[in-house]
């Protein structure tokens, strides 16, 4: 294969650093995800919810085990980053999280070739993703 | 039969094994005091263990049937294990996210899946997925069991119909997707052929796309099994574009809708990690018997057991299961 043809199956720049970015905050996600779910397993540090007593909430609806273990929707977890179960929100955070940072890298990509109608695009998709984030979204039984 | 053949109907035979006992040994923790609204001191790590087991079987049998992990995990989980639905759909939202995430940067990297065509698709499945998480969190729960079970038999039917094809006929790209520039080129590594694609009728995919998300949301189920025959069948991206668009899609719809349920409390650690553990080493080894299973038995074994699931599911909600 020729170097012309190398180009034209190339991925597109924006594409290559979308990809760049994703794979970095995968391992990274995935990695402190098992860090802290060791830590919480092997007692390391201590949980705020007894391990013996999860088989009692997780039966209940999201509403009966909020109310029932005391702990507050949204972000408040990161107020409590001290109890190993909620050491483990870090990592689901990053994975879930890695999206919108790609979103926005590729921004500036989409801008230096022109690409305006993309560029809102990436904007209103990072946009969407920091709003469902955001913990503003609110639902009731 | 052959020694090829071992591999998989061994994988087949364990993961009927496990299955049953997840039923003797439900009942041996609900009696030991594990199961509902009991606390069960020192055997906390029975329900992680089995979770870790099962979804490893899941892993493989989702490589092998074609299917993601979330459309298997939801359905089979809610159905047989003690979680409660909210837990199990929050769950399988970031077990499907973390498939999606794995394979994503390959994809893109090896030019299959296209973000050009995935961003417009995006915007409208993670908006939809968004509200599908609060629909399904509002509704009560027998309700969404329901819509749950009735959606996984329809997917059974919906895979027992589709045909796939592989290179689609698109005589002309529409002029949304000229507009849009979505186009590409990639190379088919069995004949090092150079296959150039276009799109068409993008107007109505993608306002198939807005059912798509908000059942990716209201159920947890994350929707390779729908977006596969929107952008193959009805937009006419070839079944190589497809599939990885499709899975690198589910990474930014499964990201909304993951966010609504963590954010609403639907994460437990002791659930969620032995399951993402659980189902990526089980597409590792499932990879590796691909080459040696028989993707037409296996395909059967994956709807036979989401028929079953999705009967479960429907009457549990029905409160007759």
Partial sequence: ?????????????????????????MYLGL????????IYVFGIMKPYIPKDKIPTYWTMGVHDYLHHAQIKPGWSWLGMLKYADFLNFIG??????????????????????????????????????CVAASGLLSVGH | MSKQSKPWLASVLLFF?????????????????AGPGASSAGTWWFWPLLLLAITFLMGIFAVLGGVGGGVLFVPIISGFFPFHLDFVRGTGLLVALSGALAAGPGLLKMNLASLRLAIPVALIASTCAIAGAMIGLALPTHIVQICLGATIIGICALMLVSKKSEFPEVPKADRLSS??????????????????????????????????????????????????????????APLKISVATSKFLLSITDTSAAWVYFNQGCVIPLMMVPSVVGIMLGSFVGVRLLAMAKPAIIRWIVIAILAFAGVKALTKGLGIG
């Fill in chain 2, 179 to 236: 507009a849009l520039r979505i186009y590409g080129i990639y190379q088919e590594v069995s004949t090092g052929q150079s296959v150039e694609w276009k799109i068409h009728r993008t107007p109505l995919g993608l306002g198939l796309f807005i059912l798509v998300g908000i059942m990716a949301g209201m159920f947890g189920l994350g929707a390779g099994w729908a977006n596969v025959p929107v952008l193959n069948l009805m937009m006419g």
């Fill in chain 1, 1 to 25: 294969m020729n170097e012309k043809d190398e180009n034209i199956l190339a991925s597109r720049p924006e594409q290559i650093r979308y990809a760049a970015i994703l794979e970095k905050g």
């Fill in chain 2, 17 to 33: 094994g496990l299955f049953s006992l997840t039923q003797p040994a439900m009942a041996e923790q609900l009696a030991n005091g």
């Fill in chain 1, 92 to 129: 689901i955070a990053i994975l879930s999280g890695v999206t919108t940072i790609c979103f926005v890298a590729v921004i500036p990509v989409f801008l230096r070739n022109n690409d305006r109608l993309y560029a809102v695009f990436a904007s209103l998709e990072a946009a969407i993703l």
């Fill in chain 1, 31 to 38: 990695l402190v995800l098992l860090i802290t779910f060791v």
